[in-house]
Every structure is written in structure tokens, then in C-alpha cells.
């Protein structure tokens, strides 16, 4: 895949398909127990898919929260393992936010695991302030880290 060639296109629920298929591959871990279909069959509008060359390059599942409306909520994004560190990332984020401003929701938010060292410094670099460790968030023994970030 050539960084140079990629282009960006809203989301389609099919697309949970070719997404699931790799997500475990990308992680190099079990994951796609955290991307359920439903996520796609109900955000796929405001989600995005990034494509090269026909296949998928990466992608970013986030919806308007529909109970605090200020609020945007990223779930999950991911990126060809091929193409981490050419800024595709960066430009998913940013088309999220672009679509959470023109939407008049200036906050932003997302979760991660505590020993994501990854993420964690991703978000920071990308201005997302980051909560310590909040114990049990997703039930015992699930211990989450909040970002927030302020269009």
C-alpha cells in the first residue's frame, strides 16, 4: 500500500466485514470483541474508511453522542500496520473532528486501556488531556484511561 494513494470515504454499514477480518491481525491480539456490528449499522455515518489501492488502509468508528450534546465519542480507529507513522491517523482525527465542530459538539472523547503506551501517547501528542486510571470502568477488572479533548 502507498501512503501517497490513499483516499477517505464515509463509512458503509458493509464495511464492518472487511474491518473485522483484520482487526486481530492489526492488534496482533484478540480484539474484535470491542468492535460489535452494531457500531457500524448505527455510526457508519460518521465514521470514515481510508482505502489504498482498493484495499482497506485504516478506518475510525465515532458517532455524535446522542445523551450529551456537546460531546463526539471515537470508539475505534485503526491503521494498516504497513502505513503507522505516515500521519493516516492523524488525518482520520482530524476529519472526526472537523465533522464534531460542524456539528456544534466541541468536546471529543475517547478510552483505552491503562497499559496502552501507544495510545496514550497518541492522543497526548494530539492535544487529548488523559484521566488517570479509573478502576472497573468496564466492569471488574477493567480499569479504562478517559481522553477528552476541546475543539
Do not use: C
Not at 460518521?46 to 489501492?53: F, K, Q, R, Y
Not at 460531546?71 to 488525518?91: E, N, Q, W
Not at 465533522?99 to 492535544?127: D, E, K, M, W, Y
Amino acid at each position: 500500500m502507498n501512503p501517497e494513494d490513499i483516499t477517505l470515504r464515509t463509512a458503509a454499514a458493509a464495511d464492518y466485514d472487511q474491518i473485522i477480518a483484520v482487526v486481530d491481525e492489526w492488534w496482533g491480539r484478540p480484539i474484535r470483541h470491542a468492535l460489535a456490528r452494531v457500531f457500524l449499522d448505527h455510526f457508519f455515518a460518521t465514521s470514515t474508511i481510508a482505502e489504498s489501492d482498493g484495499e482497506l488502509a485504516g478506518f475510525l468508528i465515532g458517532f455524535l453522542s446522542p445523551s450529551e450534546p456537546d460531546a463526539a465519542y471515537i470508539h475505534f480507529v485503526g491503521v494498516h500496520p504497513s502505513l503507522r507513522g505516515h500521519g493516516l491517523a492523524r488525518i482520520l482525527y482530524e476529519r472526526f473532528f472537523a465533522l464534531a465542530g460542524a456539528n456544534g459538539r466541541p468536546v471529543v472523547t475517547a478510552i483505552t486501556a491503562p497499559r496502552n503506551a501507544g495510545s496514550i501517547a497518541f492522543h497526548t501528542a494530539l492535544g487529548f488531556t488523559v484521566t488517570p486510571p479509573i478502576p472497573d470502568y468496564d466492569g471488574e477488572g477493567s480499569a479504562k484511561v478517559l481522553f477528552q479533548r476541546r475543539l
